[in-house]
């Protein structure tokens, strides 16, 4: 089988082992059917250099030979002539990418750069962080176009044990789902780009995600809660969280103008991102992210409470005080942190003897308490902005057992009346 017309040369050595002759004579005997110029070798009339598929005990010193001449392509592979094969049907087919000197942690910089101004800030800093610390040290030496799905199946298997850079063990599945899908799409980038003819991480499986146990609040669990965080600044933030289902973010871009003490609604325009280079503010994820939800009364009131010592401790602080409009701020209204904001609300739960919970737990308990209460779960899903109630139930199919008991048990109990009421109506 020979490539169609057009198309490179390709040329199998699979003889080097066996040749009495140094391999650089018996390579230029080799490649003397095909026109091409070998720099200290003679010259062969300069043209195309064709493809050449070598196997070989001596392929390093071979391939460190060639590279430094720069004659041709070099793969190296255990069967030469299922690669020959291979090679020259994906030149016919148009489908053939031409191998280059490229290395996995050359091309992932390339990759970060082109994924700069196409994902926020913080996902940025994320894959930089993914990219730098955990995929370029097992796979950054490796030759873009030589690397395989064994060599990816196996970088995932020692992140799972070893992963972690302080040297205390593996990494979680989850984050090698997160390392598997960055890893994935940068190389999905490597085939838009023709430097790769199909994607290795396709053929890897990565591990299954262990699901993180989520911690939702009783109301009793609440009122302890907010007991709790009386003199406190986040008691505000908790009651927001607990009432509405606003994420972190969302809580602290807040703005007064977003909210509406008279029809007792707020909207969500906004969330509150943190960078190694600052805060900023950005737009929700998701044209749903953007919601506006129903205020409780309870809420409202203690809204208008904290407005009017806002406004108070504007006055006090004169000129000082930074004035965004926000909620929630610093106490000179600056954007309040909201690595810092984690950090006071995690030192409150410590000091206040309650079991360990995050915030975003809080946004779980909202939603845990409403499916409780029998509100519809599409009306839950639009109160915590997710794309589709599939993610409500997905997320919180823990309470569904209890609200399929609920149903039959309300199914039971009209059904008999209805039963009831028409014996009766018989007598």
Not at 24 to 45: H, N, R, W
Not at 304 to 332: S, W
Request: proline share 6%; with cysteine; glycine share 6%.
């Amino acid at each position: 089988m020979q490539p169609q017309p057009g198309g490179p040369p390709v040329l199998l050595i699979d003889e080097l082992d066996r040749a009495d002759e140094p391999f650089e004579a018996f390579l230029l005997e080799a490649l003397s059917d095909f026109q091409v110029t070998v720099p200290e070798l003679g010259t062969i009339k300069a043209a195309e250099p064709p493809i050449v598929i070598i196997t070989s005990n001596r392929t390093r010193e071979i391939h460190d030979a060639l590279k430094r001449r720069c004659l041709y392509h070099w793969v190296d592979y255990p069967d030469a002539e299922r690669e020959l094969a291979r090679v020259i049907n994906e030149i016919n087919t148009g489908s053939f990418v031409e191998p280059s000197h490229m290395t996995v942690a050359d091309f992932l910089e390339q990759w970060l750069d082109h994924a700069r101004n196409r994902v926020s800030p913080k996902t940025h800093e994320r894959y930089g962080e993914l990219t730098r610390v955990h995929i370029v040290p097992s796979l950054g030496s490796y030759k873009l176009s030589q690397l395989k799905p064994l060599h990816i199946q196996g970088f995932y298997s020692d992140a799972l044990v070893k992963g972690r850079k302080d040297g205390r063990g593996g990494l979680s599945p989850q984050t090698v789902v997160h390392i598997h899908r960055l890893l994935r799409a940068a190389l999905q980038q490597a085939i838009r780009w023709q430097l790769l003819a199909r994607n290795p991480a396709d053929a890897v499986d990565p591990p299954r995600p262990t699901k993180t146990e989520m911690r939702a609040l009783t109301e009793a669990e609440t009122a302890t809660l907010l007991r709790a965080s009386e003199r406190s600044s986040l008691r505000l933030p908790i009651l927001v969280a607990v009432t509405t289902g606003l994420r972190r973010g969302e809580l602290l871009a807040l703005r007064w103008s977003d909210i509406d003490l008279k029809t007792g609604e707020t909207s969500v325009q906004r969330t509150l991102e943190q960078t190694k280079e600052g805060l900023r503010f950005k737009e929700p994820k998701t044209q749903r992210a953007s919601r506006t939800v129903a205020l409780a009364a309870i809420t409202v009131e203690a809204l208008k409470r904290h407005k009017v010592q806002q406004a108070e401790r504007r006055l006090q602080l004169g000129p000082v005080y930074e004035d965004h409009g926000l909620v929630f701020a610093r106490d000179d209204g600056s954007p309040w942190p909201p690595d810092a904001f984690s950090t006071a609300f995690a030192s409150l739960i410590r000091r206040s003897g309650l079991p360990r919970l995050r915030f975003h737990d809080l946004r779980h308990s909202h939603a845990s308490q409403l499916l409780r209460q029998g509100v519809h779960p599409k009306v839950v899903s639009e109160r915590l902005g997710h794309s589709s109630i599939n993610t409500t139930l997905d997320t919180y199919s823990h309470v569904v057992p209890g609200m399929q008991r609920d149903a039959a048990l309300g199914v039971d109990r009209a059904l008999r009346q209805a039963i009831d009421d028409e014996n009766t109506k018989k007598t």
